[in-house]
């Protein structure tokens, strides 16, 4: 609709200057995606990480809380509807990061075709210039992750062990541990901006809460990190095994 | 002072471009950046070369037409500890040191097409602009300034984004070339005030959606605008925008075609 520049114009509220809907997704919109999908997959390596420390109260407790997540819900549920629900709710915010993470960074290519020659960075980070690759080698790691400790595949175990076993005997070997604390710290990293950069997204910072959110973002991820960096180590050194 | 410049030396916008060196003698510290290329642009026409193409206009740092990457920064904000953010009218060859190689490029984004040089075609900013960076006011007699009462914190936001001069520093800084800071200021200055509140949600979606079409980049939070930007405006704005977006989006707003 037209500005009325006739008239004095009286207040209206925005539905009643409702417009057509337009095919063209905002960018803004896919940051949002990005932000909530991240959320969920933030919440759930919260949950992800104090159930890896449990890998020090021996083989019995761990494999036990193994069997309990396909148990949750039951007997209201069938086993593994639980499971299966967080699988899907994990696989649907994968793809909706990723995708809004691939066509804004496509977006960003055809907005400067030609590079500057002299280019000074002043502002950036490690952490928030690592993140497109950084989330390249955090999806192919997911992948890697999911055949080695969940269906076993790739583990020197096989696919017919425990959980518990898995862990140990994947991460006695020194190679699958570094690229387990490789992917670790891309996450960790990912996370450190990822935080901050949901908040603004989402509207939710503002100059005074913006030392608060960045210092919370550094706090959380070198937290999660540690958290997860913790099992793999303890095995590789034998404290666990 | 004596100089050594590298500059972008592209004829238009069809032909290839290329840095080309040119030494500059006896240049004086109190000289603006500006001076310094006019000073360039004499020898050039005295050798019947072709002078530099570069936009300026009032040159006291308040319209914001001028602003080159100066050793790859925008307006070469980010370079000096001890030199505020200006745009590059009023940096001051003080700040270099004789002897100092620079590099002058022009900002490079597919919605600045380049002109010639250094200097680029910005009317993206004025479309972005058109699409709801106004209000509906009746013109005439200004009304009483206490008529309407705004909030002291709210009016110094208001202001603060409202100091951007539309340079485009924040697009050229950018690493996604996106124009979020811009936008977002001008967003964000209308949207605090009560004169703003009947278009508030149309306007945001109104210019993202405009900012899309001109083939912007998308905001990372990175914050090289906010250290570029000759008005040091902040990133805050962008967390309103988005807020404000996110808000109109719920509310039914849809950008007009």
């Known amino acids: 609709m037209e500005p009325n520049f006739g008239a004095v114009v009286t207040v209206t509220n925005s539905g009643q200057r409702r417009t057509p809907k337009v095919a063209k997704t905002s960018s803004v919109a896919k940051k949002a995606v990005m932000a909530v999908s991240g959320i969920i997959l933030v919440l759930y390596l919260i949950a992800h990480m104090v159930g890896n420390l449990k890998l020090f109260a021996g083989a019995e407790t761990f494999n036990g809380y193994s069997e309990w997540i396909r148990r949750i819900g039951e007997p209201a549920v069938p086993g593994q509807t639980v499971l299966w629900i967080i699988r899907v709710v994990l696989l649907v915010a994968v793809v909706a990061h990723a995708w809004a993470a691939v066509s804004l960074w496509r977006q960003a290519k055809r907005a400067r075709p030609q590079q500057y020659v002299a280019r000074k960075a002043v502002a950036q980070s490690y952490a928030s210039r690592t993140m497109r690759w950084g989330g390249v080698i955090l999806a192919l790691f997911i992948v890697y992750h999911i055949l080695d400790l969940t269906l076993g595949v790739a583990n020197p175990e096989g696919h017919d062990s425990t959980p518990y076993d898995r862990a140990v005997a994947g991460f006695s070997n020194p190679f699958i541990t570094a690229v387990y604390v490789v992917a670790l710290l891309a996450l960790g990293f990912h996370l450190r901006h990822g935080i901050w950069s949901a908040t603004q997204t989402l509207g939710q910072s503002n100059r005074t809460r913006e030392r608060t959110v960045n210092a919370f973002a550094t706090v959380f991820a070198v937290v999660l990190t540690a958290g997860f960096l913790i099992p793999p180590l303890s095995v590789l050194v034998g404290i666990i095994e | ?257």
């Open chain 2, 1 to 257: 002072m004596n100089l050594k410049l590298r500059v972008w030396r592209q004829r238009s916008a069809a032909e290839k471009g290329k840095m080309v060196t040119y030494e500059v003698t006896d240049v004086s510290p109190d000289m603006s950046f500006l001076e310094m290329l006019d000073v360039l642009n004499e020898q050039l026409i005295l050798n019947g070369e072709d002078p530099v193409s570069f936009d300026h206009d009032c040159r006291e740092g308040i319209c914001g037409s001028c602003g080159v990457m100066i050793n790859g920064r925008a307006h070469g904000n980010g370079l000096f500890d001890s030199h505020p953010q200006t745009a590059t009218c009023q940096l001051h060859m003080r700040s270099f040191k004789d002897g100092d190689t620079i590099d002058v490029e022009p900002w490079r984004a597919t919605a600045f097409p380049l002109i010639k040089d250094l200097a680029v075609d910005r009317s993206a900013l004025d479309r972005i602009i058109q699409a709801g960076g106004y209000i509906s006011a009746p013109t005439g007699t200004a009304p009483e300034a206490h008529s309407i009462l705004v909030a002291k914190k709210d009016s110094d936001a208001a202001f603060d984004a409202a100091t951007c001069i539309g340079c485009g520093a924040c697009v050229a800084a950018c690493p996604n070339a996106s124009s979020m800071l811009f936008t977002s200021s001008k967003v964000v200055h209308l949207g605090l005030m009560p004169q703003g509140q009947p278009e508030r949600n149309d306007r945001v979606v109104n210019m993202i959606h405009q900012q899309d079409l001109e083939g912007f980049g998308g905001c990372t939070n990175i914050g090289e605008c906010s250290v570029s930007c000759p008005k040091g405006i902040s990133m805050e704005n962008i967390s309103r925008l988005n807020h404000d977006l996110l808000g109109a989006l719920r509310a039914g707003a849809r950008p007009k075609s």
